[in-house]
């Protein structure tokens, strides 16, 4: 299993210094860079910094956990990710989901009652515009960006084997992380698709000071406040000590997951530095 | 703190227990609306496991309640006028009363304070407390107060239970079916002391109406269940107390907390009586939610966060699994052709929890019965002992695989009694993509049987290589026309089909007919004719596919008509001593797909026509029809079209281990499983 870590574009106070250093840092360290996405929060868009890091970076892959794929346009999204995919010399791993929030959708201008067919569309159609190469750019990737699909249900399991390359999870321990790969699996198979499903796993983290350890969960209260209670949990299952570090990664190891990118919480270098030094 | 709890069934009094024990300080008060001696349900059964957990919140109601507890390992099942018993089942049931009268002791020892005949009216006179807990039972009104944030979904099983009593103590754990000129009777049975057992009837709605038990009062609907099982009770007398005949609630809630509000047990959740774990799940609710504020030192959002974190996987296994208990108990009717040994197998392993190697480990020599009894048919003869159903051949017209592990497109070499292939195309307009095979190479001359499956993938045909996806057409300038039954679009992103006219029926005919004599000629021996998947044949049965206004379209019979014409002419071409398997979709899994029923219809007609055995799928009727995915859950599809349509199938759908392959198949849900094999954990290094 390979590990990667999150870029903090959502955690309080973040600035350029901090993303491009991280960036750098990461690249010789973990696998690959993570970014997740949310429209009415001051988190930074994804895609652009993805770009940024792809200028900064040589190896480590860039991945969205993930993009919500009905806010945008299809098109656009498609020559995006094909730019940062031939920026970064065929790095980028397009994650793409529903999002969780209704308002995202209304500040976008985007009917949310859709969404679900609508997201279905825009994977068949974000592979035929690679293919076709009428949009352009060609991505850097033969075949394209790898594409990954996140969310809980059924209905997401069976987008993620009928047309993306694997499945993102959303986070949760390694039980719960199991029985999702393994309904994916099984949708994989059901749809008749050859090979294997890609999947990814996430995790938020926070090391070092009870201090740094308190903002970071008065972050994750804040970023998921609108889950209305489910927030406690989030902050309850962020890994804070080396040992559950470990642990976590070791757990999904065991189930078959193929690269666990670990998120921060806390807009500090450090964190990564820590990070690094636990999994030495 | 200080603690209102409303309500003292299990959840609340032993939740003011605990936190009264972890902390005197606390002032616990409980509200409730009976009487202290007032129960309604006669005992309760303890069927899930031990009762350990009880022994480490408290020792001293730990022993009195195991005192109290009448145990017993093995499980009757009376069924045709034969019992068979299972044994090596860890039961325990004690009088309801007894329990809370135990309970009742030892919270008034400890200091918690209880008001008995108590109405709760509104929250309003207990929310000044620091926690209110609502452990006020499946009928919660806390629940209801606060329905807003705890968003509770509540629907009703079809079937209508009664709790009686009756007069003598069944010696173990006893279900009961009675057949009656009404319908089935059943009863299951559980002592709770010396003398006396509970008596829980269920009955459909159909056999409740035809009985009169909508109209009859409670003592003649007793005089009508003790005429029932007169057999059963020897001459004793059962007991009403409140036995109404109810359809069974499904409580599920997304949260189970508010601020400063939090529901226990039935309150939250319930969970079917016929696996016996409603008192122990408010039990280790009550355990849960104590723990957590301990751990949190009585900080209310971290521990009620961390209650329903610890609580509802645990929950969501229970009440899925006894969904499905009382989904069997439900339909078991479709057993009755079972014998014996088998009805009590099924019976035991209705969830998926209880699988076959968990079975033998509580009963070996049951199980080993139960094997040799599946191996009979096959050997010819009843031996003392059998290899595990797995092992055992089926022989199907004159061909006899040699084992029911079948693997989806090989490998060839690793044990499977039968391989099937990818779809083969009987036509290049049959084809999924440029790279969907259309000519059938001889079988290897060892390793497994191979089934050549051949299809016509209709309106989804004509696409990019499923490498990257299914589903995505190619650019017009290298597509070819696509047919299906009806030209509606498998999805709003692909072409229309045209509409298959007689003439291209017939060269569709044809063109199977010419696949499978060529199969036969370089060798193959045994056929998989693909009627699922969204292809052609499956656009023809499936409703929301098929428009068509002539004969081939509407009832279906006319639906029919086209598939079983092709089955018919394959099966003609066919040699007679070699077997057919048909693929066909038990489920569209799409609004104005095809019903229960008639998908029972569809896979007897498909035997009546020669199909052997049905490959049993799911889904796929339009691009984004799918199953719920989880495991095993191809297997209740196969074990309805098996054992109502009468017809050898073969289950699909996430059966990962040979463990759950022995179970299906001794229990009768298929007679060959497909393995979705598991890759080894580790299985990606650096890359």
Known sequence: MRVGIGLPTSTPATDRELILHWARRADAGFSSLGVVDRLLHDCWEPLASLAACAAVTERARLVTMVVIGPIRNTALLAKQAATVDALSGGRLVLGLGLGARNDDYEAAGVDSRRRGKDFTRQLVELRQVWEDGVVGPRPAQPDGPVLLVGGGGSAAFARAARHADGYVHGGGPPRAFASAAARVRAAWIDAGRPGEPQLWGQAYFALGAPKALAAAAEYLRKYYRFTGGFEERIVAGNLTTPAAIKDFVRGYEEEGCDELVLLPTVSRMDQLERLADVLA | ?687
């Open chain 2, 1 to 687: 703190m200080k603690i209102n709890v409303l309500g003292a069934g299990p959840a609340g009094l032993y939740f003011a227990i605990l936190m009264k024990r972890a902390d005197p300080r606390h002032q616990v008060r409980v509200f409730e609306r009976n009487h202290p001696d007032a129960t309604f349900g006669w005992g309760v059964v303890f069927s899930e496991g031990s009762l350990d957990e009880l022994e480490h919140a408290d020792y001293e109601s730990f022993f009195s309640i195991t005192e109290a507890c009448a145990n017993w390992n093995p499980i009757d099942v009376r069924y045709r006028g034969i019992s068979t018993r299972i044994r090596g089942n860890v039961f325990s049931g004690v009088g309801r009363r007894r329990l809370l009268n135990i309970l009742q002791a030892r919270a008034r020892e400890l200091g918690v304070q209880m008001t008995f005949g108590h109405e709760v009216e509104s929250l309003d006179p207990y929310v000044e407390a620091d926690l209110v807990v609502g452990a006020d039972g499946a009928n919660s009104l806390v629940r209801s107060f606060a329905a807003d944030v705890l968003r509770p979904s509540i629907d009703l099983a079809p079937s209508r239970y009664a709790w009686f009593g009756a007069e003598l103590a069944f010696p173990v754990f006893t279900y009961i079916f009675r057949e009656t000129g009404w319908g089935l009777f059943q009863a299951h049975c559980y002592p709770y002391d010396e003398a006396h057992s509970t008596m829980v009837l269920l009955v459909s709605g159909e056999t409740w109406r035809r009985a009169g038990l909508d109209e009859l009062d409670e003592q003649g609907s007793l005089e009508l269940c003790e005429a029932v099982f007169a057999e059963d009770l020897l001459g004793r007398r059962m007991l009403s107390n409140r036995s109404l005949w109810i359809n069974f609630p499904w409580v599920r809630c997304r949260s189970w907390h508010t601020d400063n509000v939090v529901i226990l047990g039935d309150a939250a959740h319930t969970a079917h009586w016929s696996i016996g774990s409603g008192t122990k799940l408010a039990l280790e609710d009550a355990i849960s939610l104590a723990r957590a504020f301990v751990k949190h030192r009585n900080r209310l959002k971290p521990a009620l966060a961390e209650f329903e974190l610890e609580r509802q996987p645990v929950v969501d296994r229970l009440q899925d699994a006894s969904r499905v208990s009382c989904e069997y108990f439900q339909t078991l009717q479709r057993y009755f052709t079972f014998e014996p040994l088998q009805f009590a197998y099924q019976l035991m392993t209705r969830t998926p929890r209880i699988t076959h190697t968990k079975l033998t480990v509580r009963d070996a020599d049951f199980v080993r019965q139960v094997e040799a009894h599946f191996a009979e048919p096959a050997t010819g003869r009843l031996a003392y002992a059998a290899p595990p159903p797995v092992f055992t051949p089926l022989r199907v017209r004159s061909l006899t695989i040699p084992n029911r592990l079948v693997f989806l497109d090989g490998p060839l070499d690793e044990g499977a009694g039968l391989v099937i292939t990818v779809p083969y195309a009987v036509s290049s307009e049959g084809r999924i993509a440029l790279d969907t095979p259309t000519v059938i190479g001889p079988p290897l001359p060892q390793g497994s049987l191979v089934c050549v499956q051949l299809g016509h993938a209709g309106r989804r045909a004509s696409c990019r290589p499923m490498r990257f996806g299914v589903d995505r057409p190619l650019p017009s300038a290298e597509a070819w026309p696509a047919f299906s039954a009806s030209p509606i679009a498998h999805a709003p992103w692909m072409p229309v089909p045209r509409e298959l006219d007689r003439e291209g029926m017939d060269r569709v005919t044809a063109a199977f007919v010419a696949a499978a004599r060529h199969a036969e000629e370089v060798g193959h021996r045994m056929l998989l004719l693909d009627f699922a998947h969204g292809g052609l044949l499956a656009s023809f049965i499936s409703p929301v596919a098929n428009r068509r206004q002539d004969e081939f379209g509407g009832s279906l019979e006319n639906r029919m008509r086209f598939p079983l014409q092709v089955l018919g002419a394959v099966r003609a071409a066919w040699p007679l001593q070699l077997p057919l398997a048909v693929a066909y979709t038990a489920a569209d899994h799409v609004r104005g797909g095809l019903t229960l029923g008639e998908s029972v219809e569809v896979a007897a007609k498909l035997r009546e026509e020669g199909a052997d055995l049905l490959l049993v799928v799911t889904g796929q009727t339009t691009a984004d029809s799918h199953p719920e995915y989880g495991r095993m859950y191809g297997v209740p599809h196969s074990d309805r079209v098996r054992n109502e349509a009468g017809v050898a199938t073969i289950a699909f759908g996430q059966i990962t281990t040979l463990d759950e392959i022995n179970t299906i198949l001794a229990a009768g849900r298929a007679d060959l499983c497909v393995l979705e094999r598991q890759l080894s954990p580790a299985k990606s290094g650096d890359s």
